[in-house]
């Protein structure tokens, strides 16, 4: 993973056959390493969405991986308030499996909407 950012030749925001980039794949399942490499580039997409509108910061807060959400949380072009196809947006999963550190994260942005409501309110 490391050798990727020196190679002018890899696309960081191409899709795989579920609409996704590595990302939020790596993202969603925790591993530090791959979503800090990734960012790394600076013209990588840190919004795509996969097949159910989850983007990556959506799945990890999900999983409560708090270094992961933290790093993505530190770029200004991270949208937090992206619906899913159910109208939950990032905050929604951490906050219903009590990941509070994770929800707290999340609060210290002030481009974070606490009052959102889902498609059933």
């Keep these: 993973m490391k050798l990727l950012p020196e190679r002018n030749n890899v696309n960081p925001n191409t899709l795989n056959k579920i609409?996704?980039?590595?990302?939020?794949?790596g993202a969603q399942k925790g591993h530090e390493e791959v979503v800090k490499t990734l960012l790394?580039?600076?013209?990588?997409?840190?919004?795509?969405?996969?097949?159910h509108s989850q983007t990556s910061v959506l799945g990890t807060a999900?999983?409560?991986?708090?270094?992961?959400?933290?790093?993505?949380?530190?770029?200004?072009?991270?949208?937090?308030n992206t619906m899913d196809k159910d109208g939950q947006t990032?905050?929604?999963?951490?906050?219903?499996l009590s990941h509070e550190e994770v929800v707290n994260l999340f609060l210290k942005r002030a481009d974070v909407d606490p009052n959102t409501t889902d498609k059933d309110g």
């Excluded at 609409?19 to 794949?25: E, F, I, L, M, R």
């Excluded at 013209?43 to 097949?51: M, Q, Y």
């Excluded at 999900?62 to 937090?80: F, Q, T």
């Design 40 to 51: 790394e580039y600076l013209d990588i997409n840190p919004n795509p969405a996969d097949e």
């Design 90 to 96: 990032q905050l929604f999963g951490p906050v219903y």
């Design 62 to 80: 999900k999983e409560g991986y708090r270094e992961v959400v933290k790093m993505l949380l530190a770029r200004v072009d991270i949208y937090c």
């Design 19 to 25: 609409w996704t980039t590595g990302h939020p794949k």
